[in-house]
Nanobody, 130 residues
Framework: QALLVESGGGVVQPGGSLRLSCAAS????????ITWFRQSPGKGREGISC????????SYANSVKGRFTISRDFTRNTVDLQMDNLKTEGPAVYYCARRRPLTRNVPAPCALAVAFYESWGQGTQGTGTS
């Protein structure tokens, strides 16, 4: 069974930074797409950044371009999201999720829509204060 575990949430002031990590096991990490989602109270789950692990391609929501960076940490075997210059916002839960390969040997391309993802972590909470 696929297992994804998020970490790195916390409290940060507007303009500050957080670094989130997604550790994965139970599936072929290198052929998957891993995407970070954000969900604020009363809002839907929003895809903000994706990494297709096999080819290294990335995708970002327009709202975070230039401020967030997704990357693979080869030392810790995680997919990380560096979030800089955070905007004023209330609490949100950040989830990482896995999209399966299209076929046994064709890596999953990036996508930011919830419907493409089959496996989810439990989430980690971050709160921006003002």
């Amino acid at each position: 069974q696929a297992l994804l575990v998020e970490s790195g949430g916390g409290v940060v002031q507007p303009g500050g930074s957080l670094r989130l990590s997604c550790a994965a096991s139970g599936f072929n990490f290198n052929t998957s797409a891993i995407t970070w989602f954000r969900q604020s109270p009363g809002k839907g789950r929003e895809g903000i950044s994706c990494l297709s692990v096999g080819d290294g391609s990335t995708s970002y929501a327009n709202s975070v371009k230039g401020r967030f960076t997704i990357s693979r940490d080869f030392t810790r075997n995680t997919v990380d999201l560096q979030m800089d210059n955070l905007k004023t916002e209330g609490p949100a839960v950040y989830y990482c999720a896995r999209r399966r390969p299209l076929t046994r040997n064709v890596p999953a391309p990036c996508a930011l829509a919830v419907a493409f993802y089959e496996s989810w972590g439990q989430g980690t909470q971050g709160t921006g204060t003002s």
